[in-house]
């Protein structure tokens, strides 16, 4: 089984080509595979394969040549994966599966068709407008503290930190806990502080997050759109640029009327082959 890695602001993935949909997936499988020591190691797996050939992609194939089929680490799937969208896209371009060239590149997911547009070294993807729908709270280490309930194809709980509290000293060793009645199917929890000003945005924010399925990751696409969305709500915007900084990097969030465009690094650093038969009992 060929494989690909490469990451989003260290939100890390393993790419594997299967454009026929023929790969015995197991969410098994997808978690040995993620596995940092005896595995490949990510935060989740991006399967490669044409959306005419994926039960979930095919309605979409008219608009979108390729489905990205993820898969977080734990085996689970998501509807979406912000960051994923843009290690994929690279994929596409450098194995030579995508041009470049013309209009903004459709990729089909679960939550629909997204589309990326090529900024130099940066892959910016637009998305669905996040929606925020609720208040709820995250626990987390006895402490509990108020958030807002945001949809961005995939579930988010927006924390703010009350100040005096900084994000280093969160234990994300363990997961937060949440109400399941406003999240029945789990939730990625953000936890936010303020940053500094930064010239040509509207908004600056700090940002850790403890990913469903996957832990603590270094950097959340959907996650640093819905922390966009709260911070615009929070200044009386509607729509506007947010820098999002993340363990990982930077990521650079623009609320439209319409959609959400998600910008930030994508790179690849290696290939191999997995044998499957090694990484399962
Ligand atoms: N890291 C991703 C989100 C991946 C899916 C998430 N763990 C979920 O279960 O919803 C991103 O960059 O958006």
Known sequence: ???????????????????????????????????????????GVLRVVRAAKHPEGAALAAEAEWFMDYWNSDGSFAEMCGNGAR?????????????????????????????????????????RRPRVYDASTATLGGLTLPGAAVDVGNPHLVCALPVGLELGSLDLTHAPEYDARVFPAGVNVEFIAPGEPVAGTDGHVLMRVYERGSAETLSCGTGACAVAAVALRDAARDTGTVAVDVPGGRLTITVTDDSCWLAGPAVLVATGTITPATLLP
């Open 1 to 43: 089984m060929e494989f690909t890695k490469g990451h989003g602001t260290g939100n890390d993935f393993v790419i594997l080509p299967d454009p026929d949909g023929a790969l015995d997936l197991t969410p098994g499988l997808v978690a040995a595979i993620c596995d940092r020591r005896r595995g490949v190691g990510g935060d």
């Open 87 to 127: 290690v994929f896209v690279r994929y596409l371009l450098e194995n030579g599966l995508a041009t470049p060239a013309g209009a903004a590149l459709p990729v089909a997911t679960r939550a629909g068709v997204v589309r990326a547009r090529i900024e130099a070294d940066a892959i910016a993807v637009e998305m």
